[in-house]
């Protein structure tokens, strides 16, 4: 059964930047297409960023331009670097694959006020 740990959530100031990662055991990532998905308070989760087998990316517009998903196969670890945060963007974030395994992570915490 496959695990999924994020990582690298915190408290930041708007404008301000963090580096989430998510490191798979039990499955191995090369396979699939792999993206971040957040929920935020009272929201229903949402995809935010995708990167295919070949290192495609895609990604919500409102995300577009601040946020870049990446993925290291040999670590088996997804990557997803967030500049110029915003308040909005304050959720719990999560790791999957296209389409989703039926366990999640219990995620990582992004909060981005002053």
């Known amino acids: 059964q496959v695990q999924l740990v994020e990582s690298g959530g915190g408290l930041v100031q708007p404008g301000g930047s963090l580096r989430l990662s998510c490191q798979a055991s039990?499955?191995?990532?090369?396979?699939?297409?792999m993206a971040w998905y957040r929920q935020g308070p009272g929201k229903q989760r949402e995809l935010v960023a995708r990167v295919s087998t070949s290192s495609t990316t895609i990604y919500a517009d409102s995300v577009k331009g601040r946020f870049t998903i990446s993925r290291d196969n040999t670590k088996n670890t997804v990557y997803l670097q967030m500049d110029n945060l915003k308040p909005e963007d304050t959720a719990v974030y999560y790791c999957n694959r296209i389409p989703v395994w039926r366990s999640w992570g219990q995620g990582t915490q992004v909060t981005v006020s002053s």
């Open positions: 039990g499955s191995t990532i090369s396979m699939f297409a």
